[in-house]
């Protein structure tokens, strides 16, 4: 009755009979199941055999939109007959459609098929936890075995004791030197682990508080949160974000539970290179952006 997939540049909702799909270039597309149904079909053939991608087109001397300077500078025309009008997507945007729309025409079972699954596995547990405790019958076998008659052995003389010394002698002990020492156990040699090569991020420069004060303004850390979650970021010259990273299990569950903007989406003011810098959201609400370097790209 109720659904909701995500990925980065894309986001379906299905409630009842009617669908939500939002898209990272700013469409959105309402109907009914029918028709995303239908809608999957023409995305699906699409995928299966697309065009060659179209590069924008760009004169000398033009500057170009910040939505077409993306990572991605090619584009698919994606068609969708009387659905939807034409769009022009990138590789990662028509992957993303792709996925959410596949996996939103997943049957599921109905509520009341998964219930008599679970009653059936309450019953079967309960059979067998019952015949684990029901009483067996107690076998018992005696077992005889015949033990041969052996002969009685011969009995042995004893030994004699060793002569003693008649009393009142005195006996000298030879003192006994240049005894060798004993060997000293030699220590294991430890390994010395290895030294570490990982970049060493320092403070944000100047260039960078608008993605400091953006995600401060909007962090919200979730009830169950314990650990502080940390991302690697990539923000480009027009200041959006290019890739995202997580650093840890934590980060990538929680990655839809946080203000992370969309990919390509420009949610802060122009940089003089791209930077790749480290966000740290903690569970108190304190936000920290450490910097790693500039690049070119």
């Not at 009830?223 to 997580?246: E, F, K, N």
Request: charged residues 15%; glycine residues 6%.
């Amino acid at each position: 009755m109720w659904r909701e997939l995500r990925r980065p540049t894309c986001q379906l909702r299905l409630r009842w009979g009617h669908f939500c799909l939002k898209l990272a270039n700013g469409w959105e597309i309402r109907g009914k199941r029918d028709q995303l149904t239908a809608l999957t079909v023409l995305v699906l053939a699409y995928v299966a055999a697309p065009p060659p991608p179209v590069a924008p087109a760009q004169q000398r001397g033009e500057l170009l939109p910040v939505g077409a300077s993306l990572p991605v500078p090619h584009r698919y025309a994606l068609e969708l007959g009387g659905l939807a009008p034409t769009m022009n997507l990138t590789l990662q945007e028509l992957y993303d459609l792709a996925w959410v729309l596949e996996a939103a025409q997943t049957p599921r079972f109905p509520w009341w098929q998964q219930g008599l699954g679970w009653l059936a596995l309450g019953v079967g547990l309960a059979l067998a936890l019952g015949l684990a405790w029901l009483p067996r019958p107690v076998e018992r076998q005696i077992v005889t075995r015949l033990v041969p008659r052996t002969q009685s052995p011969q009995t042995l003389p004893a030994p004699s004791p060793p002569p003693t010394p008649p009393p009142g002698t005195t006996v000298a002990l030879e003192p006994v030197s240049n005894l060798p020492l004993p060997p000293v156990p030699s220590q294991p040699k430890l390994p010395t682990p290895p030294s570490s090569k990982l970049p060493t991020p320092s403070v944000a420069p100047p260039e960078l508080q608008g993605l400091e004060r953006y995600f401060r303004q909007r962090w919200q850390p979730p009830p169950s949160l314990q650990h502080p979650l940390r991302y690697r970021l990539v923000v480009t010259r027009q200041g959006a974000l290019s890739q995202i990273t997580p650093l840890s299990p934590a980060a990538g569950v929680f990655l839809d539970q946080t203000p992370m903007p969309l990919v390509g989406e420009t949610f802060m003011g122009t940089i003089p290179q791209t930077a790749t810098v480290q966000l740290v959201l903690a569970p108190d609400g304190q936000v920290q952006v450490w910097f790693e370097g500039w690049s070119q790209n």
